[in-house]
């Protein structure tokens, strides 16, 4: 399989929990990137790394959000003290910078805080 | 800034028909790229499209195009001789670039759900 994989698919949590999801991208690929949506929405850029350098952060990454690319190959998104409105999907995405640098995105972690 | 709209929630077409669907975006910079993602109820976002904004022709991809006028900042994807399977909701997305090089986050649209009936 040569796709983007996000593990877990869904994840159901209690408010105050702390959650962790897991991207692996396209073997190849050296960028990586997070998005959330929310229903109705189209996708809402989190962040991004170029190997395992963060280069951008949205303003939506509150500090009780957190992401590595330690070997610049899989990458976590971590939120702690989750809250309702954490509530959406979490979508992975990667791209080999150049060209057209087309972003290929992975089925997304589904996350329901309760 | 970036932005982009989506003004159709919804649209419908007949198999076989061919559909448009619009999209507007804004920018203040001179580069930039825009594509076409296709997101089925199951929630994968799969690539459709991709035209630079100095690309002198229109892109094509199989039964897709992208119907670009730069001075109207519209990109509307057009998608000919529909089938039942493209029933999908459709985001339009735009990214930044400077000297060549893209700079990362996509900007989506809120997305048009199509459906396609018999």
């Known amino acids: 399989d040569t796709g983007v994989s996000q593990d877990p698919r869904h994840k159901i949590t209690k408010r105050g929990q702390n959650v962790t999801f897991r991207c692996d991208p396209i073997?190849?690929?050296?960028?990586l990137y997070w998005y959330r949506q929310t229903l109705g929405q189209g996708p809402e850029f989190l962040t991004y790394?170029?190997?395992?350098?963060?280069?951008?952060k949205s303003r939506l990454l509150s500090d009780r959000f957190s992401a590595e690319r330690p070997k610049g190959s899989f990458s976590t998104l971590e939120i702690q003290r989750t809250e309702q409105g954490d509530s959406a999907m979490y979508l992975c995405?990667?791209?080999?910078?150049?060209?057209?640098?087309?972003?290929?995105f992975g089925p997304g972690t589904r996350l329901t805080v309760t | 800034a970036q932005k982009i709209t989506q003004t159709q929630p919804g649209m419908f077409v007949q198999e076989k028909e061919a559909v448009t669907l619009d999209c507007t975006y804004d920018?203040?910079?001179?580069?930039?790229?825009l594509f076409w993602y296709k997101q089925p109820s199951s929630g994968e976002m799969i690539f459709l499209i991709y035209q630079g904004s100095y690309d002198q022709q229109n892109a094509t991809e199989g039964r897709y195009s992208l119907n670009f006028q730069k001075a109207r900042k519209s990109a509307n994807l057009v998608i000919s001789a529909s089938q039942l399977g493209d029933s999908a909701m459709y985001f339009c997305?735009?990214?930044?670039?400077?000297?060549?090089?893209?700079?990362?986050?996509?900007?989506f649209g809120r997305g048009t759900q199509l459906t396609v009936w018999p």
């Open positions: 997305a735009m990214k930044r670039v400077n000297r060549g090089s893209t700079l990362g986050r996509l900007y």
């Open positions: 073997s190849e690929h050296n960028r």
């Open positions: 790394f170029q190997n395992e350098a963060q280069l951008e």
């Open positions: 920018t203040s910079d001179p580069s930039y790229g």
């Open positions: 995405a990667s791209s080999l910078r150049g060209g057209e640098d087309e972003q290929y």
